[in-house]
């Protein structure tokens, strides 16, 4: 597999902020955020992506599993929706743990990787990351989709820059049909100080429409330091 790193952190984002993970991040994006904050998954010059073979990346997640008792996995880019015969490779192997994958849902699911993720947060890009828009492949993450132990199988993530963000977001929910309360709001940001400056607006939004509102806890911790 095309692969990044892998480590043990805190779920920083989303419906499972908080909850003690080990992180694999696959490499390579097929978007170009200008904000980005893994450039190095992607960008030519300063990728650091290697190519591993997948019982070698299995075996570093058993040691990090069996050092740290955690049997939730959280599969990261990048993009990792680009090698979904990866993601399935990885719920074979881990077949009891939880398993999370976070994407920006321009790619389509196969039927098997539908059955092997536990929680997709789909975080599509809106213009504030300077790319080109594209279609949500939201069909198949169908905004009903529920896992077997009842918990919402989908979840939409927003990047929000700036309050001029909220009517292109509401557009985009609304074309969708995207449940509101599946949707989080986050602010962009990799220092605690741009997180501050962004949450206000952000909560006001979420409060006026029903959203969730995250932040991110690993920048509020470590700042944008890898492999925490
Ligand atoms: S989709 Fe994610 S990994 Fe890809 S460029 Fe955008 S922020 Fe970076």
């Known amino acids: 597999m095309i692969f990044n ?28 955020c200008s ?27 058993r040691v990090l599993s069996q050092q740290y008792s955690c049997r939730r996995l959280v599969i990261t880019g990048g993009e990792p929706m680009l090698q979904q015969g ?51 492949k939201v069909l198949p993450f169908a905004a009903d989709c529920i896992s077997k132990n009842n918990a919402p199988k989908v979840v939409y993530k927003f990047v929000v820059d700036s309050p001029s963000d909220f009517d292109e ?7 969708y049909n995207l449940p509101r309360e599946k949707i989080f709001l986050m602010p962009q940001g990799i220092t605690a100080p741009e997180l501050e400056k962004r949450s206000p607006f952000i909560a006001a939004h979420c409060l006026k429409k ?14 944008s330091k890898r492999g925490v």
């Open 35 to 61: 904000w980005c904050d893994t450039k190095y998954t992607w960008q030519p010059g300063e990728s650091d992506n290697q190519s591993v073979a997948t019982p070698d990346v299995i075996d570093k997640i």
């Open 86 to 136: 990866e993601i399935v490779a990885l719920k074979a192997a881990f077949q009891d743990f939880y398993i999370e994958v976070e994407t920006n849902g321009s790619q389509s699911p196969t039927v098997e990787i539908q059955l092997s993720v536990d929680l997709f947060t789909v975080s599509y890009k809106t213009s504030n990351s300077k790319n080109e828009s594209y279609e949500l």
């Open 210 to 223: 029903g959203y969730r509102y995250t932040t991110r806890l690993h920048v509020l911790l470590w700042g």
């Open 5 to 32: 790193e892998v480590f043990y952190s805190i779920q920083g984002e989303g419906l499972n902020a908080g909850a003690p993970s080990i992180f694999v991040r696959f490499g390579n994006c097929n978007l170009k």
């Open 169 to 175: 977001i509401d557009v985009l929910v609304k074309q």
